[in-house]
């Protein structure tokens, strides 16, 4: 792991001036912090949260000191809001440059205790723990895809897409297991994004926070920890900065984490790959896939008479391109 010191979390931040961000649930903890970091070094911010109280007095606090912002009510579970969201950004700007996919909630539902419903039955699971950890940053990620497309070539500078992940990402949390399922998934989608954005001088990266005393803290959860040193806000706040800033190749792609209240740590890309049988292949292949490159150009080919006898192996669940 690479510690990145406190005073080099903003070493980048002559990039964001003039560019683009879009955040989402900016009314609170690390988004309302990185709204402002953002707007401190002359970024334009788009700012959308479920609570619109909180975005408005968000993005008021920016226009204030005269920063420029622009605001919608959004819960991230709904497509539509999106696409208004980022609308909105492209239209009040003319394009969006990074993204921020950060809103996120607690565990809720108790998924591990499987109640009955008036028939005797067991109840459905409360998912929207996943709906808006997962489901909500895919359509964050989604619609940053496209509208980062839509900058101009000529205009092109600091672009990024950025997730918060957490610990749960990385170890188990007790009593939270949707939690984790939908961070973890981040982990999963990390390298599949790095593989197609990289190319396109997109950054990604997904940042993975020790708990922290933000809105998403309850009371209990502050009992529990008592005594437990937390990750303090304007660290994280600077991680998630300094991910989307960063201007080096090596830390594009990178899961970076502050396990605890000491200084952010970097964990290069190859430290989160498997290696050996069918991962060394991936790995090289998901390096070889550019752009423009076709995913049947990048794979090798094999005789029709071959192709058959592939089914059912572990070969077999990568496309392969047939020679006639
Ligand atoms: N604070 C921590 O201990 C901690 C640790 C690791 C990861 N995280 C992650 O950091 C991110 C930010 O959380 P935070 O700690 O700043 O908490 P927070 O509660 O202070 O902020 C989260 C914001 O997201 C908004 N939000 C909730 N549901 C939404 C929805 N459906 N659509 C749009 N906005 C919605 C909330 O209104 C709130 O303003 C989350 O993804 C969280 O999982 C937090």
Known sequence: MV??????LYAHAARVSGQVVLITGAGSGFGKGVAFEFAKYGSKVVLGDVNADCVKATADAIVDVGGEAVWRQCDVRDWDQQVALFQAGFEAFGRIDIV???AGIREIGGFMDVMQDENGLPQKP???????NLTGVLYTTRLGIYY???????QRA???IIHIGSMASMAALPGGVMYTAAKTALLGLLPGLHASLHHQNIRTGVVCPWFSDTGIMTDAGRAFLQGVPLAPVPRVVGAIFRAASDAEE????????????GEVCRVP????Q???GVYTVLNERLARTGPRKKWSDATPSVSKDLAPRLVGSVVSATPVSVVN
């Open 269 to 272: 890309r190859e430290h989160m």
């Open 126 to 132: 409360v998912t929207d723990t996943l709906d808006v």
């Open 148 to 154: 980062l497309g839509r900058t101009p070539e000529s």
């Open 100 to 102: 921020i996919a950060n």
């Open 158 to 160: 600091a672009r990024a």
């Open 3 to 8: 510690d990145v010191c406190d005073n080099e």
């Open 250 to 261: 090596t830390s594009d792609g990178c899961v970076w984490t502050i396990p605890d209240d």
């Open 274 to 276: 498997l290696v050996g």
